[in-house]
């Protein structure tokens, strides 16, 4: 294997990734984290988030995933997300849906709990999008 980190995204519908990296940022449940060769094993939950990949070239490449699991080991990391698609087929208005749907439900809730799930439905929606924004912003596909 080359020098490098091994890094594999896998969603339900396909392989979106497979290569020898130089490092990778991940957004895990806790908060983002990046992974270098010889990482120590770990196995988290992620939340949506934006996965940034630096290749050997030192470009970095974004790719979406929708939860799921990061599986950590000393040579590279799986990623195991229920959605995944590289940044490029990232679809802003099915987030702006999302968030519409998310402010309907939070409008309706009437007890604490179910604000409080609405009020955190909501702010996960909103990070996410503040954050496509920033990348969008900054990067050319």
Known sequence: MAE??????????????????TSVTVPGTEGYFTVLIDH?????????????????????????VKGGFADVWPEGLT????????????????LSEQIKVAEVE??????????????????????LEIEARRINSAHVH
């Open 4 to 21: 490098g980190l091994k890094i594999e995204i896998v969603s339900p519908e396909r392989l979106v990734l497979s290569e020898v990296v």
């Open 40 to 64: 120590a094993p770990l196995m988290i939950t992620l939340r949506p988030g934006f996965v940034t990949v630096n290749d050997q070239n030192g470009r970095d490449e974004i790719y979406f």
């Open 79 to 94: 990623i195991l997300a229920e959605h995944s698609v590289p940044f490029a087929e990232f679809d802003h208005g099915d």
């Open 106 to 127: 939070l409008a309706m809730a009437t007890t604490p709990e179910d604000k409080s799930f609405a009020q955190e439905v909501m702010s996960a929606l909103a990070n």
